[in-house]
């Protein structure tokens, strides 16, 4: 069933990705069009192999800073950029590179949080964002077992083990969440009926 559902979900990202590239092309300056464009390869970055994966978040974080030029303040932009920040991140070895990656994520949530502070989602974000180095210095301290699972060598392990899972879980089920739902909202918006016309007088 899962594997169905992962089905369902590349299929209606990779529409979502399609229209609004359809869309930019009748109208490049649609801020909320390339948001839900940038979304949209977010999520489909996650499909592909880590060389695929960063060129695709990449050009997430093109379209996105594209529509900032448009709207410089609009929050689900810049929490989106922090998403594709912390992502691009995690594909990163490197400390210090990922550091700087997860740097810029922080301070798009809070300008996110910023801008609508009333957003639970943005505050939950930017909490988590600073927690992911520790769980980005974990997981390529143990090459990346940290994510099997827990192992029989020693009960402390075992913990800080579970803990960097849970985080791990915790960051990448809000990036999926939050990405999935401004891409449905914004898939949404772009299917609407057109509005009843004005009673006759």
Known sequence: ????????????FEHA??????????????????TRWGGALLELSQFQSVADSKKMIQDCISKLEEAL????KRHDTLWCLGNAYTSQAFLIPDQDEAREHFDKAADYF??????????????KSLEVSI???ELHREIHKHGGAGLAGP??????????KKKSSDLK???????ILAVGIVAWVGFAKSHMPPPPPPPAR
């Open 1 to 12: 069933m899962e594997m169905s559902s992962d089905f369902d979900r590349l299929l209606f």
């Open 17 to 34: 990705r399609k229209t609004a590239e359809d869309t930019y092309a009748k109208n490049p300056l649609d801020a909320d069009n390339l």
């Open 69 to 72: 030029l448009l709207d410089p």
């Open 110 to 123: 809070k300008q996110a949080v910023d801008e609508e502070p009333t957003n639970e989602l943005y505050h």
């Open 131 to 133: 927690k992911a180095p």
């Open 151 to 160: 192992s029989t060598s020693s009960t402390s392990t075992k913990t800080s």
């Open 169 to 175: 879980y915790d960051i990448l089920g809000w990036v």
